[in-house]
């Protein structure tokens, strides 16, 4: 029976890992499929390495100006090199972490390429092409997604490169052109040019910057990345990539008037979005529904095949870590004979971590008109905020939407320090249907940057004492 368990995962990412571990807080015997380091991409890959990155840019960006605080700081710099070191070496210890939990939840580690042969059988190949067969009662698919192929932008990891080479890149390269003006290719601009380098985000979308989110948070962003040095092309597509002696020849169209223009750079990165990793797992052997590469499930994660289930990146829901985990929860308490409840996905808080830090849940002020008809809007700006001047990141605002009838909060938008870490009040009001005025008497501390959500609930009201 070793061979025999309850559920298999196949992929260890966060959707993958924390199903897993609920699964046997549950008391049943888990395996997990993993081809290749435990926590998968975002972990390895993504999320956290990415942070790391971030933070040793706005470490540096803090001593460029030290002055402002009265400090003095002399001939320091960066090591290239160094940066990249620490941000190996975070991700590698959180992925350790993973596997001390493994073992601490008694989960075993199926290390290969695993698919599925039936509905109750998972076939793993290890590296040196052996296999073995496993079989559960319950198999469920986390194998996450992978950066997305243009077929005009074809990376050859060198002088087209995606997010994994954009972490371990072995030298600064001088200029850089990002395509794609989402999360990805923000942080990674912030990044870049926080450290010398000449960046241009390339964005097919009106929008530009973040272009699902807020269209006010976008504007502020985009202003703030201007008054860095960084270009924003939008409504910009690239036609095509030549390789010239050594060098990117990039030719940009603008989609307004139909003008092309080349740009000369050292290194492409595709930030264009991800591609699930849903070929060569058995699922058209096995006549698993899918649509576009993603395979189609329930409200609990079931394929239209009983025993397989679906999460996280591979299923048409926001390709997020925190999204993943929480469907992974669900689905196997389901298993488990609870009856958790189905996730709100219009309640999903959604960061970015470039600086200023944007992050937001619900719907945005557009959206909201177009449901609600009526609705009351309050923004309070960090300029008004005693918190935010004391530490010198005035920039930004935080929004609060609210449906007009009732006053329930539909949609809250945040961007400036550490909003980040500020939204996901706004997620638990969401859930609790909050209303403006609860939030308006509900009393925050002072002298908070989170003072904003207060005020810009009182801001909607014609209450706001600080405007």
């Given amino acids: 029976m070793e061979n025999k368990f309850d559920i298999i995962v196949i992929g260890s990412g966060p959707g993958g890992y924390v199903t897993a571990i609920r699964a046997a807080q549950l008391g049943l015997k888990v395996a997990v499929v993993e081809r290749e380091s435990l926590g998968g991409i975002c972990l390895n890959w993504g999320c956290i390495p990415t942070k790391a ?44 972490g993973i596997g001390f939990l493994f073992r601490k939840n008694k989960i075993a580690v199926l290390e290969g390429t695993g ?27 986390a194998t996450g997604a992978r950066a997305k192929q243009l077929p005009n932008l074809e990376i050859d990891g060198k002088y087209i490169i995606g997010y994994r080479k954009a972490l371990t890149l072995d030298k600064l390269p001088r200029k850089m052109l990002i395509v794609g003006g989402g999360a990805i290719g923000v942080e990674f601009a912030y990044f870049y040019n926080s450290l010398g380098v000449d960046v241009t985000i390339v964005e097919f979308l009106k929008q530009g910057l973040l272009p699902r989110e807020d269209k006010e948070v976008s504007r502020v962003l985009s202003r703030a990345f201007k008054k860095r040095g960084i270009k924003v092309m939008a409504s910009t597509s690239v036609e095509k990539v030549d390789i010239v002696d050594g060098k990117c020849k990039v030719t940009v169209k603008n989609q307004k008037n139909d003008k092309t223009e080349e740009i000369d750079v050292d290194i492409v990165l595709s930030a264009v979005g991800v591609t699930p990793n849903t070929e060569n797992l058995g699922l058209e052997e096995l006549g698993i529904n899918t649509d576009r590469g993603f395979v189609l499930v329930d409200d609990y994660y079931r394929t239209n ?82 918190k935010a001047s004391a530490a010198g990141e005035n920039d930004g605002f935080a929004k609060l939407i609210f449906e007009a009838e009732y006053g329930e909060l539909v949609g809250a938008h945040l961007i400036g320090y550490n909003v980040t870490e500020m939204i996901a009040e706004l997620v638990i009001a969401r859930n609790l249907e909050i209303t403006g005025h609860e939030l308006i008497k509900s009393i925050h501390p002072h002298p908070t940057i989170s003072e904003g959500i207060m005020e810009a609930a009182a801001a909607a009201y014609d209450e706001v004492i600080h405007l």
């Fill in 53 to 96: 990155l971030l933070k040793s840019a706005q470490v540096y960006n803090n001593m460029k100006h030290a002055a402002d605080y009265g400090l003095k700081a002399g001939n320091f710099g960066f090591d290239f090199d160094a940066i990249i070191k620490r941000s190996r070496e975070v991700a590698d210890k959180m992925s350790k």
């Fill in 115 to 141: 698919y599925i042969s039936t509905s109750k059988k998972v076939f793993v190949v290890n590296d040196k092409n052996e296999e073995t067969e496993y079989e559960a009662d319950h198999i469920i698919i």
């Fill in 305 to 386: 095949i009983e025993g397989v289930y679906a999460i996280g990146d591979i299923i048409p829901t926001q390709a997020l870590a925190h999204v993943a985990s929480a469907e992974g929860i669900t689905c196997v308490e389901k298993i488990a004979g609870l009856n958790p409840a189905t996730i709100n996905y219009n309640n999903i808080p959604s960061n970015t971590y470039c600086s200023p830090e944007v992050a937001s849940v619900g719907y945005t002020e557009e959206q909201a008109k177009e449901k609600y008809g009526e609705i009351k809007v309050g923004k309070f700006p960090f300029t008004a905020s005693g």
